[in-house]
């Protein structure tokens, strides 16, 4: 079983622009969302699809498991998921030894920006750049489950 053990910061300002490594387009929708599990559909670049199953209420570590399906299968699962459908566009950037993925949201979460560092080990300790804002780990109004499954106040979503 694979875990996820991940910290999640807002963005500050564009300096990350000048350093990224990688850029797809993400459309996810989620099947299932309850505050201990969730079943979430995923596309990358409307080319290929996921299906990702995470347990756990820890949003610093989660139980994680991540299968390919079929495109089109992806894209009526989007269709019929619960709540809205979250676009955003994943940028990856290299600092320090890790690998920052910048979600830039589009549609219903314009303007949002929000920084994820993946680690090994709770115990890393990322050197944090100077790009980041607050950090919102436990947060859960920025989960992508909350967002794409609740009704967000954009007052609090997107403050620093």
């Known amino acids: 079983m694979a875990k996820e053990i991940e910290r999640k910061f807002l963005v500050r300002d564009d300096a990350w622009k000048s350093n990224v490594t990688s850029e797809t387009r993400i459309r996810q929708a989620y099947i299932c969302a309850e505050s201990d599990r969730s079943v979430r559909i995923r596309t990358k670049n409307d080319e290929t699809a996921l299906v990702t199953l995470k347990f756990g209420t820890d949003l610093l570590v989660r139980d994680e498991f991540e299968y390919s399906i079929p495109i089109d299968d992806a894209r009526e699962m989007i269709g019929i998921a619960d709540g809205h459908v979250i676009d ?54 920025y989960s992508n489950q909350a967002l794409a499954t609740q009704r967000s106040r954009p007052g609090l979503v997107h403050a620093l």
Not at 113 to 127: C, F, G, N, R
């Open 88 to 141: 955003k566009t994943r940028y990856t950037v290299d600092f320090a030894g890790f690998t920052w993925e910048i979600d830039v949201f589009a549609g219903h979460h314009r303007g949002l920006v929000i920084a994820e560092v993946e680690m090994q080990s709770e115990t890393d300790d990322p050197k944090l750049p100077a790009w980041l804002g607050r950090e919102v780990t436990g947060d859960k109004r």
